[in-house]
């Protein structure tokens, strides 16, 4: 039980059934028709055993004072010390119709054991049964038992956390009472009305962590009150060769809200890919420098940092801006000189990998960071960060969409800006979902654009387990390719065990235009910006989760010419998969594209990455209850600001039952 989370009684109280059989139609046995769903109180006349091989079956007649039939168990021969002739007991089952020996029977129904002249209350059959999942070798019925037992003896004890003034608003009922009614309703109505309640309170709790963390991330100092220079941002804006659109132009307000104020800021900046997030970032940091502070801008990869670099000067330095790139290969001289310029205040906009908030970087007056690709920045480095410069503003930038209800969990401490708008003109990428039969054609589909002088992506699956072997069918697929398929063509190779180095001399050479086709694992994933590459084929489509399909769809039509993305679905995949694949082809929308992910993998699996910070919620679902989490949300954020440090009773109350209730779970939401 503890594998399954479940240490203590209150665990095990919150192990809620996971559905509900209505046994509570009761009949006599002389009315029995087939096909009804119902509960006899009856004696066991005779019972029997039947073997053959490891199989056995349990085969009782049971009566009442109408008529009598056969119930028969499939693998429970034990149950022969259980239903002795002459027991009664209570059974609950679908009336069948038994062809040879032509007479009704109950296939493995429920059933309870009566004393003679006891009335005990029913918990197996006979009324609204609650549904277990089995836990390890303990059957439902096991846990069903030990929830009734636990219920009987400790109901009473229950303390409910949730405040009256919310319990009132919402209209929620009482934590004993919704505890007995989710675990033995009288009825299904009131066990939806007590789960509910249940689910709210998990995600209340929650919601109070994540305010409180909210409140600590913004603390610890107050940050620079930027002023907003009109005048600068004229500048800028005169210098683009595009207009912003209007959600740019939105979401640059609202940083701009939050530089003006002395709170740290703390923004997760959600845009699909190619919406245009570095034009935001560019314009914001320029505020800051133009107020006289640096400001950084950190990637995941020194490929992206590169990028980055080349951007953002681009943008910036035609304003005065000096733009700095501090590189992880930098030595020497090199390298001093970076630092001298960091710490000096020379550079005014310092661009790198995460390792710039490592020792030995020293910044004049860093007052404004922006992270991209935040899924691994963690809450350590945001602390790291703030060391650096006392509190700077932090911006935080990511290309995946996340569907509302995880935004308001895992990210749920961050305030969050969406980019929901493409920039005009952007063509969606040809997208098509082809199998084995179908390679040929793609081949030769290839072989023309290459020829049109444009450049394609092979990407591999790679994944963790069998890394090795995927390794070497990439490896394989690539010496393939290049010496037959396309030997008339460079073909390149690049995957995650090679040197950081000698996988930037590949990306180098194919966005110089030197390799014409690129076999890749995922390593192309995020950020990297080639405008020539037309095509992304992707082996093994039915491997990757949809948004990391639609991240890599992302890596082509980023310039002028039309692009096309060819998802090879491998020879094992089922129906299913090739029906949730077909979601890429039918739409380029990432959030619904997110949100269709989400469903189908849950949100584990969404979010990828093991410290993805997600508590793991016994009640709630984080799919279904999404207007429960808005709700708690709202309500406990307006009870932090009555009882901040949670110290009145009530806040006392909250305190315990989420010391109790998140003790050890990974409720610790970690960027990253
Ligand atoms: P992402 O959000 O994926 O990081 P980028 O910032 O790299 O997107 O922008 C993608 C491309 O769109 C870039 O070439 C950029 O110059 C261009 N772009 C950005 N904003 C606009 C706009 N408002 N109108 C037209 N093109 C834009
Ligand atoms: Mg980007």
């Not at 305010?211 to 600068?232: C, Y």
Request: charged share 30%.
């Amino acid at each position: 039980m503890a594998k399954a989370g479940v240490e203590t009684i209150d665990d095990l109280l919150y192990y809620v059934p996971r559905d509900y059989t209505d046994w509570s139609r009761m009949s006599e046995v002389g009315a029995l028709r087939v096909g009804d769903r119902v509960t006899v109180v009856v004696r066991v006349v005779s019972c029997d055993v039947t073997r053959w091989g490891r199989r056995a079956s349990f085969v009782a007649a049971l009566e009442d004072d109408t008529g009598a039939f056969f119930a028969r168990w499939y693998n429970q021969p034990y149950l022969s010390t259980v239903l002795k002739q002459g027991t009664r007991a209570v059974v609950s089952g679908e009336v069948r119709f038994d062809r040879h020996a032509r007479r009704i029977e109950f296939i493995n129904p429920a059933f309870e054991v009566m004393r003679e002249d006891e009335v005990a209350e029913l918990v197996h059959a006979g009324r609204i049964v609650p549904e277990y999942s089995q836990i390890g070798e303990l059957s439902g019925r096991r846990i069903r038992r030990m929830l009734k037992n636990a219920l009987d003896r400790f109901l009473d004890d229950l303390i409910d956390p949730l405040p009256a003034g919310v319990r009132k608003r919402r209209s929620l009922v009482g934590l004993r009472r919704a505890m007995a009614d989710v675990h033995f309703p009288s009825s299904l109505d009131r066990a939806r009305v007590a789960r509910a309640r249940l689910a709210y309170e998990e995600f209340f709790l929650f919601q109070i962590i994540v305010g409180l963390r909210k409140r600590e991330a913004s603390s610890g100092g107050a940050s620079v009150r930027f002023t907003w220079i009109e005048e600068e941002h004229a500048r800028l804006k005169g210098l683009l060769p595009f207009e912003l659109t209007r959600a740019q132009a939105r979401v640059i307000e609202e940083i701009r809200g939050d530089m003006a104020e002395e709170r740290a800021m703390h923004r997760l900046l959600q845009g699909d890919v190619g919406s245009g997030k570095t034009v935001v970032a560019a314009a914001v940091m320029h505020q800051a420098v133009a107020n006289g502070y640096q400001a950084a801008i950190m990637a995941p990869t020194e490929i992206l940092a590169e990028q980055h670099f080349v951007n953002v000067t681009e943008l910036l330095a035609p304003l005065g801006d000096r733009v700095v790139l501090l590189r992880g290969g930098m030595r020497g001289a090199e390298r001093d000189e970076a630092l001298r310029m960091i710490e000096s205040g020379e550079a005014d906009v310092i661009v790198g990998t995460h390792a710039l908030i490592q020792e030995g970087v020293r910044f004049k007056n860093l007052a404004f960071a922006v992270v991209d690709e935040q899924h691994r920045f963690g809450v350590v480095q945001r602390a790291a960060l703030r060391e650096k410069g006392g509190s700077p503003d932090i911006l935080v930038m990511t290309a995946t969409p996340i569907p509302r209800t995880l935004a308001l969990t895992v990210y749920g401490d961050l305030d969050v800006s969406v980019l929901d708008e493409l920039p005009p003109g952007r063509t969606p990428v040809v997208t098509a979902v082809r199998d084995e039969a179908g390679r040929k054609k793609v081949y030769e589909f290839l072989l023309k654009e290459i020829a049109d002088g444009r450049q394609v992506f092979i990407v591999y699956p790679l994944v963790e387990e069998s890394e090795k072997m995927e390794l070497a069918a990439a490896t394989k697929m690539f010496e393939e390719l290049r010496d037959r398929s396309f030997k008339d063509a460079t073909v390149g190779l690049i995957h995650g065990r090679m040197k950081p180095e000698d996988k930037d001399r590949v990306m180098e050479r194919f966005k110089a235009g030197e390799i014409d086709l690129l076999v890749s694992t995922t390593v192309v994933e995020v950020g990297v910006d080639v405008p020539n590459a037309t095509v992304m084929v992707i082996e093994h489509a039915e491997r990757f989760g949809l948004a990391q399909l639609h991240q890599l769809r992302g890596r082509v039509g980023r310039g002028g010419h039309r692009s096309y993305c060819v998802l090879m679905v491998g020879r094992g995949a089922s129906d299913e998969a090739r029906e949730r694949i077909q979601v890429l082809a039918d739409t380029s929308d990432g959030f619904v594209i997110a949100e269709r992910d989400l469903e189908i993998r849950g949100p584990g699996e969404f979010l990828g990455v093991r410290q993805h910070g997600l508590p793991r919620f016994s009640v709630a679902n984080l799919l279904r209850d999404t207007r429960l989490l808005t709700e708690a949300r709202e309500d406990a954020f307006a009870f932090l600001s009555t009882d901040p440090e949670l110290a009145t009773s009530e806040g006392r109350l909250v305190a315990e039952a989420i010391a109790t209730r998140f003790r050890d779970r990974e409720t610790f939401i970690d960027v990253g």
